[in-house]
């Protein structure tokens, strides 16, 4: 009797330790919870609205470069007509070396714009063309309501993106 009343009260604390349950809120503008393996969709609200995107853009940027990059490791030598960005920073210097790593590690855990023209300049030799290879990755992934103009996010009316087409671009992240 002892050791049900034991099971009995450990089972009555867990129930009230464990936090309540709650939905999915709709606050968010546009919002997309995908399955990452199958990409089922499991709850959507207005998906397929074009929107800003913001420093979202960086999931992209890493993508491309992560695939274009020969190596990780390689080196490379911030030119001053790469610098310049507005917005966040991991103030890189004219001169200054680098890995490609070390860029991407800024450009995801700091934000950092100039990490983001630096990636592009590097391995594209401009943003225009890099905005052009993160563009055709998108048409890859099936992302066919958003375009990019830029590496970091910027605000632009040609940069947008939509919630359905940025859980495509996670899950691609995620494989």
Same mark, same amino acid.
């Given at each position: 009797?002892?050791?049900?009343?034991?099971?009995?009260?450990?089972?009555?604390?867990?129930?009230?330790?464990?936090?309540?349950?709650?939905?999915?809120?709709?606050?968010?503008?546009g919002?997309?919870?995908?399955?990452?393996?199958?990409?089922?969709?499991?709850?959507?609200?207005?998906?397929?609205?074009?929107?800003?995107?913001a420093?979202?853009?960086?999931?992209?940027?890493?993508?491309?470069? #992560?695939?274009r990059? %020969?190596?990780?490791?390689?080196?490379?030598?911030? $030119?001053?007509?790469? +610098? =310049?960005?507005?917005? @966040? *920073?991991?103030?890189?210097?004219?001169?200054?070396?680098?890995?490609?790593?070390g860029?991407?590690?800024?450009?995801?855990?700091?934000?950092?714009?100039?990490?983001?023209?630096?990636?592009?300049?590097?391995? #594209?030799?401009?943003? %225009?063309?890099?905005?052009?290879?993160?563009n055709? $990755?998108?048409?890859? +992934? =099936?992302?066919?309501? @958003? *375009?990019?103009?830029?590496?970091?996010?910027?605000?632009?009316?040609?940069?947008?993106?939509?919630?359905?087409?940025?859980?495509?671009?996670?899950?691609?992240?995620?494989?």
């Open positions: 009797m002892r050791k049900l009343t034991g099971l009995l009260w450990a089972l009555a604390m867990a129930i009230l330790l464990i936090p309540p349950a709650y939905g999915v809120g709709d606050r968010a503008a919002a997309v919870l995908m399955d990452a393996e199958s990409g089922r969709v499991l709850y959507e609200h207005d998906a397929h609205t074009p929107r800003l995107i420093s979202t853009t960086k999931l992209m940027t890493a993508l491309v470069a #992560a695939e990059a %020969e190596d990780l490791e390689q080196v490379v030598t911030v $030119k001053g007509e790469w +610098l =310049g960005s507005e917005g @966040s *920073s991991i103030y890189l210097q004219a001169g200054e070396e680098i890995t490609l790593r860029l991407l590690y800024g450009l995801l855990l700091q934000s950092g714009n100039d990490a983001a023209m630096v990636i592009a300049c590097h391995l #594209a030799g401009s943003e %225009e063309a890099f905005a052009a290879l993160m055709e $990755k998108a048409a890859q +992934l =099936g992302m066919k309501n @958003s *375009s990019f103009v830029n590496a970091s996010g910027l605000n632009d009316d040609n940069h947008y993106s939509t919630a359905y087409d940025m859980a495509l671009l996670a899950q691609a992240c995620l494989r």
